[in-house]
């Protein structure tokens, strides 16, 4: 029996068992077997929940790029490491094989190098889902300089506060991006973000969408040149394992963004694992992820996991809906694709258009569906399993966060028998808790709770990057001796687990994480607007849409309301981006408060929800009178 790869449900057990009996002797054990390290580790795992600090493969060195390239070079170097379907379904779709990859990258890892950027630097990268991306990222690692993306759909102010974050020397991005029929400028906001990040000094330019652009003389260059002229090798600089890999920013419920902070070693090995055997990727397998680089999913499972096993990996420019909604299928058949992971809420859009645009295509070629980043519904997973598996292929519904680096809660496909909406049960080396509100663990089956996890995994974050007690507050204080999710689950009568949504103000839009604090300080900024509260709402294809409860200053009462809504809407796409846009504003006199000041957001959530039955104990209100407007108002 392999540790590495599990392929019957009694396997899963015994694995699992022995995983948590012994996790150090268990990962030491995939580690060994399954990587090229340049020196071993000398102690597996050191951890302490309470400082907080976990140091997985201390003393280990290696790159992670000669483990997702170099390494294959002898036995796959003509097999397609990355498959790039363009956003327009004419252009050439590209198969980059792991040489030129390697070359590739490489190339890149010299221009880094050559433009001053040292172990350890920052490196912003603002792309659209073009090979650069990909390659950037590795480029980095090769050089041990720690990348940090930022989704190519956030605002010039969201991209600037990321930016200064981290302190980024260069950020990478390109002329302008695709996507569906629209065309983004994608350099423009970096141009404007830039005006607020003193300390870039390199800007680096990949040529997409041949728009007109400015290019800042001492600051800006075009990749390409740069890229033929350097020179076409690089030697894999030798990292420790539990130096940083990247950083990429989460919401938070409060405050700004926390910059999540990754190592190389423990991602490494937990990332390649769980793609093996989430997806059971098999060496002849072409494997699709649809999300966007930008976040964690693609940098996991589409950048280093599959990498590591020597998988070929889709890259997907463009959106579902382009040039129609059979877009997703046309390029499954086309390229045909064995395992497909996608998100509810594309699911959820898809299946609300004409059957005809599945049907149309052969998709025979699948054995493995997967969704991510919200809960899916049932009606979802049906549409899902009927119409796109033909009831051929098992749902992987994998629940995990940016922050556990990996796949955490998850049925191993044709081994865990699966359940419509539940993510079932733990990988291996897994140690899930279900906790009450006072922090007592609720043991037994038929429970639910708050979600934690009780022992380190090997791709945990490290710390937030510049705020380590923030990363305490928020993941180890809870509950003590802890990891603390931010989820809700249930377990069921034989220990599958559901995730039933966020315990704390992060609303899931579209699978997009938003924290409230921050859409509110966007909203406040507008002249006319005196306080503000978000909370989410059910949305049929969104999963969650955000309903804004406004209160105007004594000068915004006079002004035309539609246009109001319309310009605080601007506001928040100006600092966070269009994907935090509001559903719904009412604008209303007053919040429902506590006496010590606190909205009560549960009254608000309820009325947004239009589940106003019961509104609960309101006793400790200051103003419940309030509450009696906003429901009549109601939208
Ligand atoms: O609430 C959970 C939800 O997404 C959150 C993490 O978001 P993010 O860090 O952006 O990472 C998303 C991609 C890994 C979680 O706290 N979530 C993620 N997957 C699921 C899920 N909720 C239910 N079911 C899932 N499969």
Request: proline letters at 5%.
């Given at each position: 029996?392999?540790?590495?790869?599990?392929?019957?449900?009694?396997?899963?057990?015994?694995?699992?068992?022995?995983?948590?009996?012994?996790?150090?002797?268990?990962?030491?054990?995939?580690?060994?077997?399954?990587?090229?390290?340049?020196?071993?580790?000398?102690?597996?795992?050191?951890?302490?929940?309470?400082?907080?600090?976990?140091?997985?493969?201390?003393?280990?060195?290696?790159?992670?790029?000669?483990?997702?390239?170099?390494?294959?070079?002898?036995?796959?170097?003509?097999?397609?490491?990355?498959?790039?379907?363009?956003?327009?379904?004419?252009?050439?779709?590209?198969?980059?094989?792991?040489?030129?990859?390697?070359?590739?990258?490489?190339?890149?890892?010299?221009?880094?190098?050559?433009?001053?950027?040292?172990?350890?630097?920052?490196?912003?990268?603002?792309?659209?889902?073009?090979?650069?991306?990909?390659?950037?990222?590795?480029?980095?690692?090769?050089?041990?300089?720690?990348?940090?993306?930022?989704?190519?759909?956030?605002?010039?102010?969201?991209?600037?506060?990321?930016?200064?974050?981290?302190?980024?020397?260069?950020?990478?991005?390109?002329?302008?991006?695709?996507?569906?029929?629209?065309?983004?400028?994608?350099?423009?906001?970096?141009?404007?973000?830039?005006?607020?990040?003193?300390?870039?000094?390199?800007?680096?330019?990949?040529?997409?969408?041949?728009?007109?652009?400015?290019?800042?003389?001492?600051?800006?260059?075009?990749?390409?040149?740069?890229?033929?002229?350097?020179?076409?090798?690089?030697?894999?600089?030798?990292?420790?394992?539990?130096?940083?890999?990247?950083?990429?920013?989460t919401s938070g419920s409060t405050g700004k963004p926390k910059?999540?902070?990754?190592?190389?070693?423990?991602?490494?090995?937990?990332?390649?694992?769980?793609?093996?055997?989430?997806?059971?990727?098999?060496?002849?397998?072409?494997?699709?992820?649809?999300?966007?680089?930008?976040?964690?999913?693609?940098?996991?499972?589409?950048?280093?996991?599959?990498?590591?096993?020597?998988?070929?990996?889709?890259?997907?420019?463009?959106?579902?809906?382009?040039?129609?909604?059979?877009?997703?299928?046309?390029?499954?058949?086309?390229?045909?694709?064995?395992?497909?992971?996608?998100?509810?809420?594309?699911?959820?859009?898809?299946?609300?258009?004409?059957?005809?645009?599945?049907?149309?295509?052969?998709?025979?070629?699948?054995?493995?569906?997967?969704?991510?980043?919200?809960?899916?519904?049932?009606?979802?997973?049906?549409?899902?399993?009927?119409?796109?598996?033909?009831?051929?292929?098992?749902?992987?519904?994998?629940?995990?966060?940016?922050?556990?680096?990996?796949?955490?809660?998850?049925?191993?496909?044709?081994?865990?028998?699966?359940?419509?909406?539940?993510?079932?049960?733990?990988?291996?080396?897994?140690?899930?808790?279900?906790?009450?509100?006072?922090?007592?663990?609720?043991?037994?089956?038929?429970?639910?709770?708050?979600?934690?996890?009780?022992?380190?995994?090997?791709?945990?974050?490290?710390?937030?990057?510049?705020?380590?007690?923030?990363?305490?507050?928020?993941?180890?204080?809870?509950?003590?001796?802890?990891?603390?999710?931010?989820?809700?689950?249930?377990?069921?009568?034989?220990?599958?687990?559901?995730?039933?949504?966020r315990v704390d103000d992060v609303i899931i839009v579209s699978?997009?994480?938003?924290?409230?604090?921050?859409?509110?300080?966007?909203?406040?900024?507008?002249?006319?607007?005196?306080?503000?509260?978000?909370?989410?709402?059910?949305?049929?294809?969104?999963?969650?849409?955000?309903?804004?409860?406004?209160?105007?200053?004594?000068?915004?009462?006079?002004?035309?309301?539609?246009?109001?809504?319309?310009?605080?809407?601007?506001?928040?796409?100006?600092?966070?981006?269009?994907?935090?846009?509001?559903?719904?504003?009412?604008?209303?006199?007053?919040?429902?408060?506590?006496?010590?000041?606190?909205?009560?957001?549960?009254?608000?959530?309820?009325?947004?929800?239009?589940?106003?039955?019961?509104?609960?104990?309101?006793?400790?209100?200051?103003?419940?009178?309030?509450?009696?407007?906003?429901?009549?108002?109601?939208?």
């Amino acid at each position: 029996m392999s540790n590495y790869h599990i392929k019957n449900f009694e396997e899963y057990y015994q694995v699992y068992r022995k995983s948590v009996r012994n996790p150090e002797n268990f990962w030491e054990e995939v580690a060994e077997e399954h990587f090229v390290w340049r020196k071993k580790w000398d102690s597996v795992l050191e951890w302490d929940f309470s400082k907080p600090e976990i140091k997985w493969f201390q003393g280990a060195k290696l790159n992670i790029t000669e483990n997702c390239l170099d390494r294959h070079l002898p036995v796959r170097g003509d097999k397609t490491a990355i498959l790039f379907e363009p956003n327009d379904p004419k252009e050439e779709a590209q198969h980059i094989t792991y040489k030129q990859l390697h070359e590739k990258v490489c190339r890149f890892a010299n221009v880094l190098k050559d433009n001053g950027i040292e172990k350890g630097d920052r490196v912003v990268i603002y792309l659209p889902m073009i090979p650069e991306l990909a390659v950037s990222l590795l480029a980095c690692a090769r050089i041990g300089a720690i990348h940090s993306v930022v989704f190519a759909g956030f605002s010039s102010t969201a991209l600037a506060t990321r930016i200064n974050d981290c302190k980024a020397k260069m950020v990478v991005t390109s002329d302008g991006s695709y996507r569906g029929a629209k065309t983004i400028d994608l350099k423009g906001i970096v141009d404007e973000a830039l005006e607020k990040c003193p300390g870039v000094e390199t800007v680096l330019v990949a040529k997409r969408t041949k728009s007109k652009i400015t290019m800042k003389e001492g600051r800006d260059q075009w990749l390409q040149p740069l890229l033929d002229k350097a020179y076409a090798d690089y030697t894999a600089d030798i990292m420790d394992a539990e130096d940083p890999l990247f950083i990429l920013y989460t919401s938070g419920s409060t405050g700004k963004p926390k910059g999540m902070m990754h190592t190389i070693g423990g991602y490494m090995v937990y990332t390649a694992y769980t793609f093996k055997n989430v997806f059971q990727y098999r060496e002849e397998d072409v494997y699709w992820c649809t999300a966007d680089i930008g976040w964690i999913t693609g940098h996991s499972y589409i950048v280093y996991g599959p990498l590591a096993n020597g998988a070929t990996t889709v890259m997907f420019e463009g959106v579902p809906s382009y040039p129609d909604f059979g877009r997703f299928w046309d390029v499954v058949q086309k390229h045909k694709i064995n395992q497909f992971y996608t998100a509810p809420t594309a699911i959820r859009a898809l299946a609300k258009e004409n059957l005809d645009f599945v049907t149309e295509y052969d998709l025979s070629c699948l054995k493995v569906l997967g969704t991510v980043g919200e809960p899916i519904n049932e009606e979802a997973w049906h549409w899902y399993n009927d119409h796109v598996g033909e009831k051929k292929c098992p749902i992987v519904d994998t629940w995990w966060q940016t922050e556990t680096g990996g796949i955490l809660i998850s049925p191993i496909p044709f081994s865990t028998p699966t359940k419509p909406t539940y993510a079932t049960l733990p990988m291996p080396g897994i140690q899930p808790a279900l906790m009450d509100e006072n922090g007592k663990e609720i043991k037994g089956n038929q429970v639910d709770g708050r979600l934690c996890i009780k022992f380190p995994w090997p791709s945990i974050a490290r710390t937030i990057w510049g705020d380590h007690q923030r990363y305490k507050d928020t993941y180890f204080s809870a509950f003590k001796g802890m990891y603390f999710t931010g989820d809700g689950a249930l377990r069921d009568e034989v220990g599958y687990y559901r995730i039933t949504g966020r315990v704390d103000d992060v609303i899931i839009v579209s699978g997009h994480n938003l924290g409230t604090a921050p859409i509110e300080d966007a909203i406040n900024e507008h002249p006319a607007v005196a306080e503000s509260a978000i909370v989410g709402f059910p949305h049929d294809v969104k999963g969650n849409a955000l309903y804004g409860y406004v209160i105007l200053k004594e000068t915004g009462q006079s002004r035309d309301r539609d246009n109001l809504k319309k310009e605080i809407n601007q506001v928040i796409t100006e600092h966070i981006g269009p994907i935090a846009k509001l559903d719904k504003i009412q604008f209303v006199p007053g919040l429902p408060k506590t006496r010590s000041g606190k909205i009560m957001r549960r009254i608000l959530r309820k009325i947004a929800s239009k589940d106003t039955g019961n509104l609960g104990d309101t006793s400790t209100l200051l103003n419940p009178e309030v509450v009696d407007i906003i429901m009549r108002e109601s939208l």
